[in-house]
């Protein structure tokens, strides 16, 4: 049996795979416009399968959008939170897999621990779908990318500044950084830096990276600025985290820093007033509503790549 299309972490793609998943998010867009959000797309790539969508966090964006975007490629979705399966009772993710491996035809998982989606992929005998874990965030990345090439062209020579936490939604921005051309200007305090691992193999994959604890020399030039959290689900240390993270907050003064087109990013929920003003998030600059509806998008290119369907 042939190894299932897995949608884990960028990392593991190459370059070419997720160019043209981007390709086919812009293209499904475009050939939208003026439809109501629950007609099904022409080519209808998932009619006759189904999509298992399992939480162990709180989502807004991930539950819905992959919800939608099931649908609007002519299959059909379920819903759990894992509290409500025998998974919140210590049922192991591997029979998880395994049965559910019997029942759908892919896996949408949001995680607590990266080693449960590994668990689950390596498991599993269907796709199986990254909806976040504390480590990696593919699915907003995309999003993010697909919204950054829309309003500004492409990726190749942009450089993309991330201010604040080095948490999971940056350490995706380093798995692709390589793979799609673009140069990658970190802030964050040192006690919060990204990764060493994820910053080797962004180095390793070709990225131009820059970490630095100066957020104004991370943005200065940069075509777009991304912030996020400084308290991430599953963190604990609320009040070291708003301490140390403090002078990271992404200000109209700071954005100003950036190139005079510079956008504004940010995957949501946002806390206005922590690391990003209002005056920015609701500002011209900030696109974080286009971003927001293209993980329906990006993520019905991610489960059509995962069907096989290019
Ligand atoms: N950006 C994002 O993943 O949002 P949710 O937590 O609402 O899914
Ligand atoms: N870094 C945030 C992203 C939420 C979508 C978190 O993990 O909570």
């Known amino acids: 049996m042939s190894q299932p299309r897995h949608f884990v972490d960028l990392w593991a793609l190459d370059g070419a795979t997720l160019r043209a998943i981007l390709d086919d998010a812009h293209r499904r867009k475009a050939a939208r416009a003026g439809w109501t959000q629950g007609r099904v797309d022409a080519d209808a790539p998932a009619a006759g399968r189904t999509l298992a969508m399992i939480f162990e966090r ?30 919140g009772r210590g049922e192991t993710i591997e029979d998880t897999a395994r049965v559910l ?110 970490l630095t604890d100066d957020p104004r020399a991370a943005v200065a030039g940069a075509d777009c600025v991304v912030a996020d959290t400084w308290v991430s689900m599953g963190d604990i240390d609320y009040d070291e985290r708003l301490a140390a993270l403090g002078p990271y907050q992404v200000d109209d003064a700071l954005m100003d820093l950036a190139g005079p087109k510079a956008m504004f990013l940010h995957c949501l929920p946002a806390h206005r007033g922590e690391e990003v003003t209002d005056a920015v998030l609701e500002g011209e600059r900030s696109l974080v509503w286009d971003a927001a509806e293209n993980r329906l998008h990006a993520q019905k290119s991610i489960l059509a790549w995962c069907f096989g369907a290019f």
Not at 65 to 86: H, K, N, P, V, Y
Not at 141 to 149: K, N, P
Request: charged letters at 15%; aromatic letters at 4%; hydrophobic letters at 45%.
């Open 101 to 210: 491996s019997r029942m759908v035809d892919a896996v949408m998982l949001r995680a607590a621990r990266h080693d449960t989606i590994e668990a689950l992929a390596q498991a599993a005998t269907v796709p199986v779908i990254n909806g976040l874990t504390n480590k990696s965030h593919p699915c907003q990345i995309l999003a993010d990318l697909m919204t950054l090439e829309a309003h500004r062209g492409p990726l190749a020579g942009k450089t993309i500044a991330w201010v604040g936490d080095g948490n999971n939604v940056c350490a995706s921005y380093l798995h692709a950084a390589g793979k799609l051309g673009f140069a990658l200007n970190i802030a964050t305090p040192p006690e919060y830096a990204p990764d060493g691992m994820d910053l080797a193999r962004a180095v390793e994959a070709g990225g131009r990276i820059t």
């Open 58 to 87: 709180n989502s807004t964006r991930t539950r819905f959008s992959f919800d939608a975007a099931i649908r609007q490629l002519g299959g059909a979705g379920i819903i759990s939170t894992s509290a409500d399966m025998q998974l």
